[in-house]
């Protein structure tokens, strides 16, 4: 008998791109197969998952990038892409089709629901993404990372938490080593993407702390790769010792270890911090849609695990004052990280696997 077949569709950035890593892990576990469709950009971010996950990269495209032969050509790819996932799961017929945002979702997403297969999305952000909020009306279940989201009137959604990979998990509320007088780690993250505002802020801030300080402090920064050269110049100039890279693919290692860690405050990042349960510095990107990694960050904040700069207050003196006030205060540093740790839902993997099953059932007995 063939094992069920789970369709993930995920787009092109670690935010949608781990949660799905998680659930993919999982459901291979249990006996199913797995199968990921995804953009150019997402392919970047399989080489964490399961050997046995099938890859396939599909044709699709965003209306928010490119020039206007850009946009124009967009439609015509995503048919092309819906008429492929059409073609695709008509010779293997998915058991649940799940989709986590991002425009190479939609051919995806458009198949199952044109073959009323069972369907859901998994919004990671408080506030749905566009594709997401396409069909959020169309799926059979909406599983939510952030809690509370804000869904369309006659929407429900179900608090799953967001999943984390597997080298996350295995961490959850790793012991802390509060800040003191000997080798300390602050890790800067700016999502997938990197943050160039972290690039210009973060480096000055850092170089302001005392000089006894900073002789115990090592800092793993992650910069977009045009920015790399000036800000690993810029701690070697001030005689900070930095390691400054575009991507980190020991992040959870990283995380664990660190002190403190300075983020942007997509889904993902405030999932593994909570998790792993670390003091954060988080600056939310002011123009994400809605508003929503402010949304993100809130509920962490308001538990007493993170501090939160809105990017407009992001200077070098305030980030400083804000290092300083964890740094220099391992009282209050144990007490957040406790907080984080508290907050984490490493059980999200499994609250969303629970619904993939339920939908598979369901979809068998009709």
Not at 175 to 187: A, K, V
Not at 265 to 289: K, Q
Not at 339 to 356: I, S, Y
């Amino acid at each position: 008998m063939t094992a069920p077949l789970l369709l993930i569709a995920a787009g092109g950035t670690g935010g949608h791109m781990f949660p799905a890593q998680a659930l993919a892990e999982a459901m291979l576990h249990r006996g199913w197969r797995v199968r990921l469709t995804t953009d150019a950009r997402g392919a970047r971010y399989t080489s964490g998952f399961p050997h046995s996950t099938d890859i396939q990269e599909i044709h699709s495209a965003t209306f928010a990038r490119g020039g206007i032969l850009a946009k124009a050509a967009a439609p015509f790819q995503i048919g092309t892409g819906v008429l492929g996932a059409l073609m695709a799961f008509l010779r293997d017929r998915p058991s649940v089709v799940v989709g986590f945002g991002g425009y190479p979702t939609i051919p995806a997403m458009s198949a199952a629901w044109m073959l009323k297969l069972p369907r859901m999305i998994h919004e990671q952000n408080g506030i749905l993404g566009k594709v997401n909020t396409v069909f959020a009306s169309r799926v059979d279940a909406i599983a939510c990372g952030t809690w509370p989201t804000a869904l369309p009137d006659g929407v429900e959604g179900h608090h799953t938490g967001n999943p984390v990979r597997a080298a996350i998990l295995e961490r959850t509320e790793a012991g802390y080593i509060c800040p003191g007088d000997y080798p300390m780690e602050l890790l800067v993250i700016g999502g997938s993407q990197g943050a160039r505002i972290l690039s210009d802020v973060v480096p000055p801030a850092i170089a302001s702390l005392p000089m006894a300080m900073l002789g115990n402090l090592r800092v793993s920064h992650q910069a977009r790769e045009e920015d790399q050269e000036r800000v690993a110049e810029y701690y070697t100039e001030h005689g900070i010792k930095a390691e400054v890279q575009p991507f980190f693919h020991d992040l959870p290692r990283r995380m664990t270890e660190a002190q403190l860690v300075i983020s942007r405050a997509g889904a993902s990042s405030v999932a593994d911090l909570s998790v792993i349960g670390r003091p954060s510095i988080l600056i939310p990107f002011a123009a994400a849609t809605g508003d929503h990694q402010t949304a993100n960050a809130r509920g962490l904040v308001e538990a007493g695990g993170a501090i939160m700069i809105p990017e407009s207050m992001a200077t070098p003196d305030s980030v400083a004052e804000q290092i300083l006030s964890v740094l220099d205060n391992p009282k209050a540093a144990m007490q957040m990280a406790t907080a984080a740790g508290r907050f984490g839902k490493p059980d999200a993997t499994e609250a969303l696997v629970e619904m993939v099953e339920y939908l598979g059932a369901k979809g068998r007995e009709q």
